[in-house]
C-alpha cells in the first residue's frame, strides 16, 4: 500500500488530496470536498497528461517564431521528449493555425500543430 | 483632420471586442490604434493554452484566441492603424446636435508624423504594465539580468531569445509560474519561486502544472533582500517575512543564478486618460466608470485590463463587448440625460467595484459588477444592500485575490427602491 499527495486544481479552494493505491488501483482518495477532487485524483495517479504548448522557428515569415501546441493532451511523462522533438524544428511561412508541423510526436500518436498565423515575408 | 466616429486605443483582446461590437452595433466609421505591429495585444505572447473556455468553450492558446477576433475585425471590414502611437486625448467645448463632445485624438507614426483625428466617442483598451524593479525597493546592484516576467515571455515565446540558464523568480502571479515551466522546457534551472504574501496570487492549476510538474519549490512569505554581480546578476538572496512582510534576519538563503524574473503585479497604464482629465480609482488604478463604462469624461468608455486587471480574459472580451455597445449608443443617441446616479461601496474584504456608479433608470436589465477581495475568504458570503436592505447573500467555498468575483444587479429589483441612495457589497461570514 501506498500514499501520493496532491493538490486539486479543480478550483481556488485547492484540496490537499491523499490517494492511497495498492499497487496500481486506487482504493482511497480523501481530503477532497467534492467529487471532481476524487475524479481529478485518480486520473493523475494513474494516467495524468498534459497540452504541451511550445514554440518552433519560423523561415521567410513576417515574425521569426509560431507558437505550437499538442493537438490533444499527451501523458506527462512525455513532455520533456515532446519539446526535445521541437527543439530544431524551422518551418518555412506561410504557417497557419492547425497546420500539422510534427505528426506523432515522441510516439504519442498525437500532432503538434500550429497555434498562431504567420504570413510570408 | 480625418473625423471617425469611434477610436479605440489599442487592439488587444479589448479593443477588438470593443470594435466588433460597436460595429454590430451600427457604428460605420470606426478606426483601432495599435502600437504594436499586429494586433493582438499580450494574447501574442501567451502561447500557454487555457484562453477561451467561457466564449468558445475549448482550451486556446494566447494566439489562438487573438486571432478569432481579428478575423471578425477583419471581417467586418474595420479600419486599424499599426505602429501607431496615441499621445494626448482631449474632449473639446464644441458639442453637435445630439449632444456628444467632439474629441481630439493625437497620435503619431512612423509614416504620418504626428496627426489629430476628431472623433464622437473614445473607447480606451491601452491594458496594463508590469511593476518594474524601480517600483518594488529590491536592494543591491542593478546587474543585466533581471527582467520583468512579461519581457522574458516576449523574449522566449515571439523573439526566440533565452533571457538566461538560471533562474529565480519573485511572485507567483501567474505570469510568473507560466515562466517558470516555460523557461524550464526550454532548458533552464528554476531554482525557487518566492511569494512575499503567504499565498500564490496565480491559479491553483498554475501552481499544480507550471511548478509542482517540475519540482521548483514555492516558497510563501519570502522575497529577495539582496542581488549580487555587477554587470550580470550572480546570485539573489531571499529571505523569509514577518506579518508586517518585513524580511526576518537569520533566515537569508543564497541562490546562485544569472537571472531574476519579476512577476508583482499589473498596473492599468492610464497616462493618457489622467491627462484628458479622467477620474482615476486608486484602488484599481483605472478609470472610474459607471454601469455603461463611461468614464468621468462625456463619451470615453474603458474596457479590459486599462479599467482593471482581469484574471480571464473571457471577461475582458464581455466588458469590451459592453463598452462597444454603449459607446454606439452614445454616438447614435447622444449624450444620457443627467440621470440619478447611485454610488456602490465596497467593504469587508471587497477592495473596489467596476462599475463604481449606476443609473438605475438607464442602465441595462441586468448588470454585472466585478470586484475582487483583499485576503483568501473560506466559507463566506457575497452580500448586497440597497440602503440597509439586504438583497442577496451568495455563498462562496473560497474566494482569493487572485480572482475576480461578481454580483448581478437586477434591475426591476432597483426599480422597488425610488429612493436608494447607496448600494453596499460586502464579505460576511456565513451563518
Known amino acids: ?121 | 483632420m480625418k473625423n471617425y466616429d469611434l477610436v479605440i486605443v489599442g487592439g488587444g483582446p479589448a479593443g477588438l471586442a470593443a470594435a466588433v461590437s460597436a460595429r454590430d452595433h451600427g457604428i460605420d466609421s470606426i478606426l483601432i490604434i495599435e502600437r504594436d505591429k499586429e494586433l493582438g495585444g499580450i494574447l501574442n505572447q501567451c502561447i500557454h493554452n487555457g484562453f477561451g473556455l467561457h466564449t468558445f468553450k475549448e482550451e486556446l492558446t494566447g494566439p489562438e484566441y487573438a486571432s478569432r477576433f481579428i478575423e471578425q475585425v477583419e471581417e467586418r471590414g474595420i479600419e486599424y492603424k499599426l505602429n501607431t502611437m496615441v499621445m494626448d486625448i482631449a474632449a473639446s467645448d464644441a458639442s453637435s446636435a445630439n449632444g456628444t463632445v467632439t474629441k481630439t485624438v493625437t497620435a503619431m507614426n512612423r509614416e504620418d508624423g504626428m496627426f489629430e483625428i476628431q472623433a464622437k466617442s473614445v473607447i480606451l483598451a491601452m491594458g496594463c504594465r508590469e511593476r518594474s524593479r524601480g517600483a518594488l525597493n529590491i536592494p543591491g546592484y542593478r546587474p543585466a539580468g533581471i527582467f520583468s516576467a512579461g519581457t522574458a515571455q516576449r523574449l522566449v515565446n515571439m523573439e526566440g531569445y533565452m533571457p538566461g540558464r538560471e533562474v529565480v523568480i519573485l511572485g507567483s502571479g501567474d505570469i510568473g509560474l507560466i515562466m517558470a515551466r516555460r523557461m524550464t522546457l526550454e532548458g533552464a534551472k528554476v531554482k525557487v519561486v518566492a511569494e512575499l504574501m503567504p499565498y500564490s496570487g496565480g491559479l491553483k492549476r498554475n501552481i499544480v502544472q507550471c511548478l509542482d510538474d517540475f519540482g521548483i519549490p514555492l516558497k510563501l512569505s519570502h522575497t529577495v533582500v539582496d542581488i549580487e554581480g555587477k554587470n550580470r546578476v550572480e546570485a539573489v538572496t531571499i529571505a523569509e517575512v514577518g506579518p508586517d512582510r518585513k524580511p526576518i534576519p537569520g533566515t537569508e538563503e543564497r541562490y546562485t543564478c544569472d537571472t531574476l524574473l519579476l512577476s508583482c503585479g499589473l498596473i492599468p497604464e492610464n497616462e493618457l486618460s489622467r491627462s484628458a482629465g479622467i477620474d482615476i480609482n486608486p484602488v484599481t488604478s483605472g478609470p472610474v466608470v459607471n454601469d455603461s463604462l463611461e468614464t468621468s469624461v462625456d463619451g470615453i468608455f474603458a474596457c479590459g485590463n486599462v479599467l482593471h486587471v482581469h484574471d480571464l480574459v473571457d471577461y475582458v472580451s464581455q466588458e469590451a463587448t459592453a463598452a462597444g455597445k454603449n459607446a454606439a449608443a452614445y454616438i447614435t443617441n447622444g449624450a444620457a440625460k443627467d440621470a440619478k446616479s447611485v454610488e456602490i461601496f465596497p467593504v469587508d474584504g471587497v477592495r473596489y467595484t467596476v462599475p463604481k456608479y449606476i443609473r438605475p433608470a438607464e442602465m441595462d436589465d441586468t448588470l454585472t459588477v466585478r470586484f475582487r477581495v483583499d485576503a483568501v475568504y473560506k466559507n463566506c458570503s457575497i452580500a448586497t444592500y440597497f440602503d440597509d436592505t439586504l438583497i442577496s447573500r451568495r455563498k462562496r467555498p473560497v474566494m482569493a485575490p487572485g480572482e475576480m468575483e461578481q454580483v448581478i444587479l437586477d434591475k426591476k429589483k432597483l426599480g422597488e427602491f425610488p429612493d436608494l441612495s447607496k448600494i453596499t457589497i460586502r464579505i460576511e461570514e456565513s451563518v
Open chain 1, 1 to 121: 500500500m501506498s500514499t501520493r499527495e496532491l493538490t486539486c486544481i479543480g478550483c481556488p479552494l485547492g484540496c490537499a488530496l491523499t490517494v492511497t493505491m495498492e499497487g496500481d488501483t486506487v482504493t482511497a482518495v480523501t481530503g477532497n470536498t467534492c467529487p471532481r477532487g476524487d475524479a481529478y485524483a485518480r486520473k493523475e495517479v494513474t494516467n495524468p497528461t498534459r497540452i504541451v504548448t511550445s514554440t518552433v522557428r519560423v523561415k521567410g515569415g513576417v515574425f521569426p517564431m509560431a507558437n505550437v501546441k499538442t493537438a490533444a493532451d499527451i501523458p506527462k511523462d512525455k513532455i520533456f521528449a515532446c519539446v526535445e522533438a521541437l527543439k530544431d524544428i524551422t518551418v518555412n511561412a506561410p504557417v497557419k493555425i492547425g497546420d500539422v508541423i510534427l505528426p506523432n510526436v515522441a510516439g504519442t500518436g498525437v500532432d503538434i500543430v500550429a497555434a498562431r498565423n504567420v504570413a510570408a515575408n
